[in-house]
């Protein structure tokens, strides 16, 4: 038993034995791990070390490197202007006919970069080059504007505007080839280092001879245009009142539009956006000072000829704000300056319309006899003239009278009155329902103040109310016609026109009426009905005239008689009259009816009761009823 348990005893010590040997190795191992691990750590200490010192000596050369390319690029830039100017300069002073534009203008722009370039450094080597260079640049500078101005000269001689005017044809524009050469130098010109190589940094040279030398060829062409709108606005007698298109303003005025939209379309091909206004005002100012002055000039003229040449003035209105509208449109530009050209001849037009009236009242007031006969005066047709040559020009005479407000034509206005230098606008232009009412309202306005000085003229000059009221029915009649037979009954429609001519046609038949009352009283008795039955009478009834005559005595006989003689009288003396008065067609029979119808159905019924007072001898009864009835007939 005690064997057994030894021998387990001493195996399980061997074991141990065993074990604690290997853990002795283990130990033994980990040390040298340990060894291991610190010898590792030192040799990656004195790596990175080292790797750090070659890194900064890298970047240290790395900045060395940078260091030496800018002193060497420094060194490029200090002798390479010295020696690119000999080369430049060869370019500039040779000029662009021999080099060639395009080779001209690089070397020009070389020269502006490197100038550029020369001033933003302080190295004194830079100054001293930077001298040269400016004065190559103003060279290149001068010679690149005789260039251009010399490729304009090809194109500046004057044209006929007739030509291209009647034909319809479009003005010419400068060749494209020319364009395009003059749009290359202008590259240059308007930029800012050929500015201050100008001395002129505010103004584009190219814009500037452009200008001169093309403003001269507007100015040039336009120039027969313009005497020819005042020879022929003037080459009328003093009295004829001014036609439509006579004046050459209105071909004039074409010419002006067409020859700006083509300058305008060169400009547009030549110029950068933000010139084209500038250029395009500039190169027209000279042929709108000229064109302002002809209309100054038209002006004087019409001033002098109102009545009959305020006509003119309305159409230059209308012309000229068409033509400024649209190159308004097209350019965007000349708006104002046209307004300031057209004011004087709108000031005039608006002044005219009161003038007019005006005229009226003296002219009428001037006369010093009217027609005995009756007729009507030449003034009349005259003054209806001018309201049917209104009804031409509603654009214009729209726009003025509205800015003149309804019935402020009555009052001349003061010399020092002013208006908006601006052009009319669209809305002004529209010619609606209360611009024709405005019309309507002024050619009445006329009409009434013509007729009311006819007739108070009338009044004092004629002898007789019955010549007055012939007199004032065919002056009446004259305007009826002349507003029936044109425009004016189209503008006259509307507003109670109608109504007022014909209250004073009513007016003068009244007043040549009283005339005919003479007779008509003639024709007047008296019945008594008390003095046994009353003969019957009226249009139905049949009166027995011998009855009649019976029951009279000899005195109320005798007054028979003498109203038939006083009748007879009257009626034949008022008959020859009449028909020796001059009266328009349309009155003398309007008359003759009113006549016929007042006195026809009175000598009807005083024949019918007394027709037998001569037993039919025709001693004291001249006529019966129908041959008065003729007789009344012959008067129309």
Known sequence: MMKTRDAAHA?????????????????????????????????????????????????????????IDKILDAIDKMLGPSEDK?????????????????????SLKRVDRALSQMSSSDLRINQQI????????????????????????????????????????????????SASKLGSMDSFLS???????????????????????????LSG???????????????????????????????????????????????????????????????????????????????????????TDCFLAYEIVEIVTNVGYRLDQLSGQLKLPFADALKPIRETAKSSLAELIEDVRRRVSSMQNLPLDGSSVPFTAEVMTRMQTLTIYPQSL??????????????????????????????????????????????MDTIETLLTSLDSKARGLLKSKALSGVFMANNVA??????????????????????????????????????WREPCSALMDVQYTNRGARPPSGSNGLIDSAAVIKQ????????????????NVSFDELSGRHKALQMEREVRSLLAREVQAMLEPLYARFWDRYHEIDKGKGKYVKYDKGSLSAQLAALG
């Open 130 to 177: 930077i001298g040269g260079f400016n004065e190559l640049l103003s060279e290149g500078n001068n010679r690149l504007q005789a260039l251009f101005r010399s490729t304009l000269a090809d194109n500046v001689q004057p044209v006929e505007p007739l030509h291209y005017i009647t034909k319809q044809l479009p003005f010419p524009v400068l060749p494209q080839e």
């Open 86 to 106: 000999g080369r430049e300069e060869r370019i500039i002073r040779a000029g662009p006919e021999r080099v060639g534009l395009p080779d001209y203008l690089a």
């Open 221 to 307: 062409s336009l120039h027969n245009l313009s005497a020819a709108s005042i020879s022929t606005s003037k080459r009328k007698a003093s009295d004829e009142i001014y036609r439509q298109g006579t004046s050459g303003i209105g071909t004039y005025a074409s010419g002006i539009e067409g020859i700006f939209s083509a300058e305008f379309n060169n400009i547009s091909a030549i110029f950068s956006r933000e010139d084209w206004g500038l250029a395009f005002d500039a190169t027209c100012r000279k042929a709108l000072a000229e064109f302002a002055k002809t209309l100054r000039e038209l002006n004087m003229h019409i001033k002098s000829n109102l009545p």
């Open 552 to 567: 009279l005595g000899s005195k109320d006989k005798d007054a028979i008689k003498e109203k038939f003689k006083n009748f």
């Open 11 to 67: 195996e399980e010590s061997a074991e141990v034995e065993v074990l604690i040997a290997e853990a002795a190795k283990f130990d033994a191992m980990s040390k040298q791990i340990k060894a291991s691990l610190g010898r590792l750590e030192t040799t990656n200490q004195l790596v990175n070390s080292n790797v750090k010192q070659v890194y900064s000596n890298t970047q240290g050369l790395q900045v060395m490197n940078g260091n």
């Open 398 to 443: 729209a726009s003025v009278m509205a800015s003149l407000g309804d019935g402020n034509w009555q009052t001349v206005p003061s010399a020092h009155s002013t208006s908006s230098a601006s052009l009319p606008s669209l809305k002004s232009f529209d010619v609606g329902a209360d611009t024709t009412q405005l019309l309507a309202h002024y050619i």
């Open 478 to 515: 004259v305007i009826d016609r002349m507003i029936r037979s044109s425009d004016l009954s189209t503008v006259l429609a509307s507003g109670g026109a109608s109504a007022r001519v014909e209250s004073w046609r009513k007016r003068g038949t009244s007043a040549y009426l009283e005339s």
């Open 191 to 217: 930029s800012t280092a050929a500015r201050d190589a100008s001395h002129n940094s505010r103004e584009s040279q190219s814009v500037r001879i452009y200008a001169e030398m093309r403003g001269a060829y």
